[in-house]
């Protein structure tokens, strides 16, 4: 098991493309591996999309642009169909494994791996098709994965998360008033439209790292200590 947390796996997923999965997955594990000196907590990310394999290209691309990188969290690439057999490793070696999903369900062994999942945070635009998309994902989710992990006796935390937020516009307003409508709960803290921020400085760099979703990453953080308390 990890050091201080039992080996926790994490996941922002929702199967529609352009959610912004693997900009939360990076941001969320710079928040983390930043304050490392200040929680203890050691964070891996895996990439399990075969196809594109966003995270691990994102590394190797910064890789190349920067000199003497060390000390940055781990970025792993296993396939979704041999993830299982990873799994050991990753519990005993990271506090919490945040797992970048591919945009689909079809993948072999994308539904195997979600099913492991501790925590699931379901990114989404407060626009009326997505938020029908990501109803209809959840509702899938929780018929065919949590139902199933519910009756082995896992616990599973599972909550949304509006993305690519503009606070004054209508759609945004009327999700945050008719929220008690949805099917599952929303994280308190969610992430503001900040387009030209993440393409230019997006980074699994933590010199790069600029403190973009602070509020975010220690509600995340505190979301996985009540997690294990419970």
Do not use: W
Not at 27 to 50: K, M, N, P
Not at 55 to 65: K, S, T, V
Not at 123 to 132: C, G, M, Y
């Amino acid at each position: 098991m990890g050091k201080i947390l039992p080996g926790i796996f994490v996941a922002f997923e929702n199967p529609k493309g352009g959610t912004g999965k693997s900009t939360l997955t990076a941001l969320f594990a710079g928040y983390v591996h930043e304050s490392h000196e200040q929680t203890g907590l050691s964070i891996g990310v895996v990439d399990i999309d075969d196809a594109q394999n966003t995270m691990g290209e994102l590394r190797a691309f910064d890789e190349a642009q920067e000199e003497n990188i060390k000390d940055e969290y781990e970025v792993m690439s296993i396939s979704s169909s041999d993830f299982i057999n990873s799994i050991d490793f990753l519990k005993d070696n990271f506090d919490i494994i945040l797992v970048d999903f591919p945009g689909n369900l079809k993948q072999a062994g994308v539904v195997e791996t979600l099913m492991m999942m501790d925590v699931v945070i379901i990114p989404f635009a407060p626009s009326k098709i997505e938020v029908l998309h990501t109803i209809k994902f959840y509702n899938y989710y929780k018929e065919n994965i949590l139902s199933k992990r519910e009756s082995l006796g896992y616990k599973t935390i599972v909550k949304g998360l509006p993305n690519k937020v503009t606070p004054n516009l209508l759609e945004y307003k009327e999700l945050i008033a008719k929220k008690q409508d949805l099917p599952f709960e929303l994280m308190n803290n969610h992430i503001k439209e900040s387009k030209v921020n993440y393409q230019r400085n997006l980074s699994t760099i933590i010199s790069n790292y600029n403190h973009t979703c602070d509020d975010f990453g220690e509600e995340m953080v505190q979301l996985l200590i009540d997690y294990v308390k419970e």
